[in-house]
């Protein structure tokens, strides 16, 4: 008898263990294709505040942080969104806005390792933006 409660318990202990105690994800991730390039906190890429963005946060390097162009702004990739970039294993947040020159382009901040932007080049990417779920109707999704 008490081999079959100590099977019992483990069965019981099993299933609890597999089960899924996952919150619902509250946001719809919104893919989306762009240029992305890549930048650091230097006058000769930016401006002579090479650390401050232009919505006034302070850029230091680990941030990950992404400037974005105006355009993808009134598409809803506005100040403080999530963004996960596939290639990358960390989400960033839209913290800088890029000259109005630029349309449909994402640059990446990378802090001081300058070789890594350089190598990073220009190229076309697929990033996933997020959306709360319940603002989702409000969202511009026009091309």
């Not at 941030?63 to 100040?79: E, F, M, N, P, T």
């Not at 390792?113 to 709360?132: M, P």
């Amino acid at each position: 008898m008490s081999n079959n409660k100590l099977i019992g318990f483990l069965i019981i202990s099993i299933f609890w263990g597999c089960k899924e105690d996952k919150e619902e994800d509250p946001y719809v991730w919104i893919p989306l294709e762009v240029t992305a390039t890549a930048y650091n906190s230097l006058p000769s890429q930016t401006n002579e505040a090479p650390t401050i963005t232009a919505w006034g946060d302070t850029l230091k390097p680990g941030v990950k942080s992404l400037a974005v162009s105006r355009d993808l702004i009134a598409k809803g990739l506005k100040y403080g969104t999530m963004v996960r970039i596939d290639t990358f294993p960390d989400t960033f947040y839209i913290n800088d806005k890029m000259h109005p020159r630029w349309k449909n382009k994402i640059d990446i901040y990378m802090g001081k390792q300058i070789d890594t932007a350089l190598n990073w080049g220009k190229r076309k990417i697929i990033i996933e933006y997020a959306v709360l779920k319940e603002k989702l109707d409000s969202l511009p999704l026009n091309d």
